[in-house]
């Protein structure tokens, strides 16, 4: 059972108190700056936690794609999901680094896979890019 307020719910309140009521209140621009910077951080935080397995699973799937990797049903456990994609990415790293991506049909596989993870990012980031 999900109680209420959510985690979501939560950190909106967080949000909103702090930019109604503590950005207007200080005096110094480079703490209202940062101030500014934190709010923005969880404005971030608040889009990517409810769909946050769904979006591992997402990326699981590419990185399987992306590797040729065997198909093992995915792990039940989010953090486990999470500890999986870390290390799939690490692999991507090293086959990159290694110079598997500096030639051939998987560079454009790499490449259409990173400008699909950026994007990604930057509408979590951002949700006004396009």
């Not at 110094?28 to 699973?57: F, K």
């Not at 870390?86 to 259409?112: F, K, S």
Request: aromatic residues 4%.
């Amino acid at each position: 059972m999900q109680d209420r307020p959510t985690a979501v719910e939560l950190i909106e309140a967080v949000r909103d108190f702090l930019a109604g009521e503590v950005v207007p209140a200080l005096a110094d621009r480079g703490l209202r700056y940062r101030m500014r910077i934190a709010l923005h951080v969880l404005g971030i935080v608040a889009r990517e936690v409810p769909d946050e397995e769904a979006r591992l699973r997402a990326e699981r799937e590419a990185l399987l794609n992306l590797l040729d990797l065997p198909r093992p049903a995915p792990p039940c456990d989010p953090r486990l999901l999470h500890a999986w994609v870390l290390e799939a990415n690490r692999a991507l790293c090293e086959r990159i680094r290694d110079g598997a991506a500096d030639a051939g049909p998987w560079r454009e596989r790499v490449l259409a896979h990173l400008q699909q993870v950026v994007e990604e990012k930057l509408q979590g980031s951002n949700p006004d890019f396009n």
